[in-house]
Each structure stands twice: as structure tokens, then as C-alpha cells.
């Protein structure tokens, strides 16, 4: 027989094992992987399923694991002045089902990686170059109001962005560049750029609706519109 002590460590042991299995069977997606998945019944029809089909582990090489490239900067020429290199299973297939992915993030002098969201995921970010202002908001409180928590990174530091929530970089250097690594919870974490959606869907949203939701003028809304599309 076990001494009462010995069992409280074993009780404690096993609880501590169930709980770290919870967190590990928990961190790969648990929901959709896409904005929807319409049902079908035949599979001629069929696109594809929540995810990616699975390759014949016989067929399977260890470069389905492997992905080079990430070293390299991308080109920020463009309004924003930011590039986001993501690494998800789209083109490292080993990701499929592991609900992990990442990205690297290039910023110009003052560039700026614009409001968005990620639907299917929480992002961990690290600077690797450079000085960044980043900062997210918080969904609908009680109140109607929303917090936005902010911070200055430097280079080694990290933030975290919770899943859902409108977040943002931006670069405050006038001449230098900045580099930045982000990990996201999921292999497909969708992205929902704020303006982009907003203001530049197919097809458009109502000038009615946006007026009203933005309380703005019509020829206001109509010269953002023109800017996206």
C-alpha cells in the first residue's frame, strides 16, 4: 500500500500529466480552417476538406517538412511599406494538421503593418531589427468602449496579439529599417486587413452603410473607397 503522502504526489503527478495533455491535445486548430466549408454530397464536387488532404506518409521526404528562404528580405515599395512573408502549410506541407505557422515581417523606414485581425489565431511577435510600435484593441467591453494596450519593441523583445483582436506594427525609425519574426496558433491564420475589408470588398458595401457605421460624410467614404479599388 502507498503512504497517504506518496498517493497526494501521485495524485499531483497524474493531474499534472492531464493537464499538459489538455494544453498539447488544445494546440493545434480546433475549429475551421477557412471561412467556411460548405457541405457537399458529391465528392466530384468537392474542393477540398477543413484543411488540406494528407499525402501517403510513404511518399512522404523530409523536405515536406522543410522551407528555405526566410533570411531574405522582401521588397516594402508599396503604400504601406511593410511585407509579411508567411510560412504556413500553403507552402511548408509538413504544417497540415500541427496548427502552427510563421511569418517574417519587413518594414520600411516608418512602414507600417495595418490594422488586421487574425480569425483562426494569436500571434507571438520578436524583433529581430529595428524599433516597433505595436499595439492591439480589445472586442466590445460593457461599456461600449475598447482599451488599446501599445509598446515600444526594441530588438529581442516580444508581444503578444490575442486571436481575433485588431492589432498593428509600425516602424518609427525616419531611415532604417526593421525586421520582426511572428509565430501564429494556427497552420491557416487568416488575415482580415481592416481598411482593405472594409472599404475595398467585391462588391463594395453600401455608401448607406458605411456613412452611417462611420459617421462620415458620403463623398468622404466614397474618396476612401476609391483608394482600394
Not at 24 to 45: E, R
Not at 71 to 92: D, E, F, H, P, Q
Not at 212 to 223: E, I, L, P, R, T
Amino acid at each position: 500500500m502507498y503512504a497517504p503522502k506518496m498517493v497526494a504526489v501521485l495524485y499531483a503527478a497524474a493531474a499534472a500529466f492531464m493537464a499538459t495533455s489538455f494544453l498539447v491535445a488544445y494546440a493545434t486548430d480546433p475549429t475551421q480552417l477557412q471561412d467556411f466549408c460548405v457541405a457537399v454530397n458529391d465528392p466530384n464536387a468537392a474542393a477540398f476538406v477543413n484543411g488540406l488532404f494528407c499525402k501517403n506518409p510513404e511518399n512522404t521526404t523530409a523536405d515536406d517538412f522543410f522551407f528555405s528562404g526566410l533570411n531574405i528580405a522582401r521588397s516594402t515599395n508599396n503604400k504601406v511599406g511593410s511585407n509579411v512573408t508567411l510560412v504556413s502549410a500553403t507552402n511548408l506541407p509538413g504544417l497540415n494538421t500541427l496548427g502552427i505557422s510563421m511569418a517574417r515581417i519587413d518594414f520600411a523606414p516608418l512602414g507600417l503593418n495595418p490594422l488586421h485581425s487574425h480569425p483562426r489565431a494569436s500571434e507571438i511577435l520578436t524583433v529581430l531589427e529595428g524599433t516597433l510600435y505595436v499595439g492591439f484593441v480589445t472586442s466590445n467591453e460593457a461599456n461600449g468602449g475598447h482599451q488599446l494596450f501599445t509598446k515600444v519593441l526594441n530588438e529581442g523583445d516580444v508581444f503578444v496579439f490575442p486571436q481575433g483582436l485588431i492589432h498593428f506594427q509600425f516602424n518609427l525609425a525616419n531611415k532604417a529599417n526593421a525586421v520582426a519574426l511572428v509565430a501564429l496558433s494556427s497552420q491557416n491564420p487568416g488575415v482580415i486587413t481592416v481598411a482593405n475589408a472594409v472599404f475595398g470588398s467585391t462588391p463594395p458595401i453600401s455608401i448607406d452603410v458605411l456613412t452611417k457605421s462611420f459617421q462620415a460624410d458620403s463623398n468622404v467614404v466614397k474618396n476612401i473607397q476609391s483608394q482600394f479599388s
